[in-house]
C-alpha cells in the first residue's frame, strides 16, 4: 500500500525501475554514502541500496522507521527529523523525494551542509527554478550560485505519483562547487548586496543603488555589463551581478558603502547560509 502523506504534500514513485533509471542517470556510484530524507515505504531507498556502499535513511514517523529497518536491514535508518539531524559522515550526498511543503526549509538546512557534495531532489518544478534561475534569476538563485550550482535535470509526469500531485515535478540537481565564486570573508557583504538590490525599487534597479554607485558609474556599468540602465533585479543574469558586485568592492569608496548601510568593516567572515 502506497503511504499518502497528502497533509505534507508528499507524493511517491510508483514504479522502482523509474527509481533505477533516476539514480542511474545521476552520478551516484558505489563508493558513495547517500542520505535519503522522508523515504516512507522505501521504494527509493531499496533502490539506493543495491548500488552505494551505505544509505543513512532519516524518517520522521516511528511506525515507517521501525517497518524500514525491517524490510532493509542493510541501512541506517534514523527516526528522526531531517531539519534537526547531525548527519555523522565527512562527506555524503542526498537522494530524495521530499514533501513540497517543506522544500524550503529542506534546502535551506542543506546549503548549511558543507559536508554535502551533490543533492537530488524530487520537487515542484516551480521551486527548483527559484534555486536555477531559469527563465529568470531570483533573490534566491542569485545569492546561492556563488556556492552552488543548480540545475533540472529531470522533468517527471504527474502519473508517475501516488497521489498524482496537482503541479509539475522535476529532479533539482545541486552541485557544491570547489571553490567558491565569492571568498568567505565577502560572503555576508555579498549576501546583503543582493537583498539591498532585490528589497528596494523592485522595478528600477538604478534606484535600488542610488546612493551606492554615481549614475556615470552604473552607466559605464550598463555598457560593459551589457545590461538595461533601467533593469530590474530579475533581468540581470548572475554573471551581471557578479559584476556588478566586484565592481562594488573595487570601485565604491568604503565610507559610501558604510552610508549606504552596508556592514564593510569589522564584518566577521561566515560560512555562506
Request: aromatic share 10%; proline share 5%.
Amino acid at each position: 500500500m502506497v503511504r499518502k502523506r497528502i497533509g505534507l504534500a508528499q507524493n511517491f514513485f510508483r514504479d522502482p525501475q523509474l527509481v533505477a533509471s533516476i539514480i542511474q542517470q545521476s552520478s551516484i556510484s558505489p563508493d558513495d554514502v547517500v542520505v535519503e530524507i522522508g523515504p516512507g515505504e522505501g521504494i527509493i531507498t531499496e533502490q539506493l541500496a543495491n548500488v552505494v556502499c551505505k544509505v543513512i535513511a532519516i524518517e520522521k514517523d516511528p511506525t515507517l522507521a521501525a517497518d524500514l529497518r525491517k524490510k532493509l536491514p542493510n541501512i541506517e535508518v534514523h527516526c528522526a527529523d531531517f531539519l534537526a539531524f547531525e548527519v555523522k559522515e565527512a562527506r555524503y550526498k542526498i537522494f530524495s523525494n521530499i514533501p513540497f511543503n517543506r522544500t524550503a526549509d529542506i534546502l535551506k538546512r542543506i546549503l548549511k551542509l558543507k559536508e554535502v557534495e551533490e543533492t537530488y531532489l524530487v520537487v515542484q518544478k516551480e521551486a527548483a527554478e527559484k534555486y536555477t534561475g531559469a527563465p529568470r534569476e531570483t533573490e534566491i538563485s542569485v545569492r546561492t550560485k556563488p556556492w552552488v550550482t543548480s540545475e533540472i535535470i529531470r522533468h517527471f509526469e504527474r502519473t508517475d505519483f501516488e497521489p498524482v500531485p496537482s503541479v509539475d515535478v522535476v529532479l533539482l540537481h545541486m552541485r557544491r562547487r570547489e571553490k567558491p565564486l565569492i571568498p568567505a570573508d565577502q560572503a555576508q557583504l555579498y549576501k546583503q548586496f543582493v537583498t539591498h538590490g532585490f528589497h528596494g525599487a523592485k522595478d528600477n534597479l538604478a534606484l535600488s543603488f542610488k546612493k551606492v554607485f554615481t549614475y556615470t558609474q552604473w552607466k559605464r556599468l550598463s555598457a560593459n555589463l551589457k545590461f538595461p540602465l533601467k533593469a530590474t533585479p530579475t533581468s540581470l543574469r548572475f554573471e551581471q551581478w557578479i559584476g556588478l558586485f566586484n565592481y562594488f568592492l573595487t570601485g565604491v569608496a568604503e565610507e559610501k558603502k558604510l552610508a549606504a548601510g552596508f556592514a564593510t568593516k569589522g564584518t566577521v567572515a561566515q560560512r555562506f547560509s
